[in-house]
């Protein structure tokens, strides 16, 4: 038997209950402090149980923060700052640096014609910087200045020979007008298969309810003349996605359908990809920058309906996934290829 163990055999037959008999309530206090289990370096405890509460006060109220943010910012304004080691004086010390003029030796000096002489001595910054750029001194100048002088004929630098490169001036552009579509009016249209009409663009109007939405394409289901729909940026969601895609089922003159912009889901999204998988006559397809990312199964969905669906040759959607993307380019590249052939018979 080792020391250590032998040491430990005196205290097998002590009495822990006597023992606590007889400690008095500070002590007994003091061996609970003892014995709470407490992390001080685990961050993700709160503050209160990473240390024991060692406060004897009793508490003046409830917490109040703002006061508290009050009381420690006046308390910090009223802390006297200390004073500078060294006082800032605003004293210049020392000597300006002047670069000393450099000789040039004999052989370095070029003499000129007394023509060019003149001309190079009454010449402006911006003559000086188109002649720089045509001998290709392109360091002593940006690659805008330098560009400039070289592709345009006329001198077009108005601020010298300058290596920091300028902002070009802010071009102001204006708003896009609002969208004149007046929706009633195209709804009835649709409904009575108006011949005249053979585009609905809905782009950017964002008050659309969904119940007129869902009518306008409950409407398209019987129209046949109808050749383009577009729903961009109109806050659409699944509901509206769902009713394109019943409507898709149905329509047999629809050749252009776009609802990019929108909210409309992965679930929205393959709703209309099996639709098209029924529609013969669709020839573009555009349902890109939705709201949130549709997964790698609706972008795997989109490689199958278009290697199925021959019609449809133009596809607006950018993909994220390699595999997905060089399918979608093959088939669209394959049915633009069939529709080539098809125009040629």
């Avoid at 409830?62 to 009050?70: C, E, K, S, V």
């Avoid at 290709?136 to 345009?152: E, F, P, R, V």
């Avoid at 019987?222 to 769902?242: C, E």
């Avoid at 990809?273 to 709201?291: H, P, S, Y």
Wanted: some cysteine; hydrophobic content about 35%.
């Amino acid at each position: 038997m080792s020391s250590y163990q032998k040491e430990l055999e005196k205290y097998r037959d002590i009495d822990e209950d006597e023992i606590l008999r007889t400690l008095s309530p500070e002590e007994l206090e003091q061996l609970d402090c003892e014995l709470q289990e407490m992390d001080p370096e685990n961050m993700l405890l709160p503050a209160g149980l990473r240390q024991r509460d060692q406060t004897k006060k009793s508490p003046t109220g409830p917490l109040d923060r703002d006061a508290l943010l009050q009381y420690l910012e006046q308390e910090a304004l009223e802390v006297k700052e200390r004073d500078d080691l060294v006082p800032f004086t605003g004293e210049k010390k020392g000597k300006p640096y002047i670069q000393p003029k450099r000789e040039i030796p004999a052989e370095e000096q070029i003499t000129l014609e007394p023509e060019l002489e003149e001309a190079l001595a009454h010449a402006t910054d911006a003559e000086m910087c188109d002649i720089a750029a045509i001998l290709g001194m392109y360091t002593l100048m940006s690659n805008k200045q330098y560009y400039d002088a070289i592709c345009s004929g006329d001198i077009c630098n108005t601020e010298g020979i300058s290596s920091v490169v300028q902002p070009d001036k802010y071009k102001p552009v204006p708003d896009e007008p609002p969208n004149p579509t007046n929706i009633e009016e195209i709804l009835k249209r649709v409904r009575s298969d108006d011949k005249e009409l053979e585009e609905v663009n809905l782009n950017n109007i964002q008050d659309i309810p969904i119940p007129m939405l869902t009518e306008l394409c409950e409407a398209l289901k019987t129209n046949t003349h109808i050749r383009s729909f577009s729903l961009v940026a109109t806050k659409s969601g699944d509901p509206v996605a769902n009713a394109v895609a019943d409507m898709l089922r149905e329509n047999r003159s629809l050749q252009s359908l776009n609802i990019e912009s929108n909210f409309i889901s992965s679930t929205g999204l393959m709703a209309v990809l099996k639709a098209v998988r029924e529609n013969a006559t669709l020839t573009e397809l555009r349902v890109d920058n939705q709201r949130q990312w549709p997964g790698d199964a609706v972008e795997m969905e989109m490689a199958t309906v278009l290697e199925q669906c021959p019609s449809i040759v133009r596809f607006g959607y950018h993909f994220t996934q390699q595999g997905p993307r060089a399918r979608a380019a093959h088939a669209v590249t394959r049915n633009n290829e069939l529709r080539r052939q098809q125009k040629k018979r």
